[in-house]
């Protein structure tokens, strides 16, 4: 399994005891424990009526994602740790987050005419401004959200509406491309560039514009 807190991969031992039954189900907890972080994992269980049984993940809260880089601005970046906090109790809410999240950085980094947000991710394709693996990354957002079935998911973006299965983990995704796309890449760039003018100017020749 991959740890949900340091995100390590290993093959777990899984520790399991027995709560108690009551008149929703028969109640289970299970625990491991990462052999790289050394943090516990624990699930509540419930086998309701048969073998299969509804599992929560209650430690951590949440699966972790990689920390955003420091260039990210915190408008966007409080959204996006929203939503990566409550993906596993609520794809619903992290996905009305993330699509909050996604038509702010459009509206504000491309200067989209404000409308759907199906509609807004179309201009941005249209504009060709980015790289072709964020394009297919952006209109994934649209076909796995199935907005043509569900148009008011493009309508009211914020709002708590059901989502396709994986729809709310690839818009986390999404971001965190986009993220690198406009704000890490820009700033590397820009530091190589002031490293090599003042090299250019150290040499007496003319730096870049």
Known sequence: MKCPHCLDSFFETIDRSYLGTDSVGSWWVEKTQCPSCKKLIVHLMVYIGGSNANKIMVLPRGMARPPLPPEVPEKYAEDYKEASLVLSDSPKASAALSRRCLQHLLRDEFNVKPGTLADEIQQVIDGGKLPTY????????????????????????????????????????VLEGLFDFFFVQTEKLKLRRDALNKKLVDAGIKPMK
Not at 140 to 159: C, D, M, W, Y
């Open 134 to 173: 964020l394009i297919e990354a952006i209109d994934g957002v649209r076909n796995i959200g199935n907005f043509a079935a569900h148009p008011l998911k493009s309508q009211s973006t914020g709002e708590i509406i059901d989502v396709e299965p994986g729809e709310a983990e690839w818009n986390l995704d």
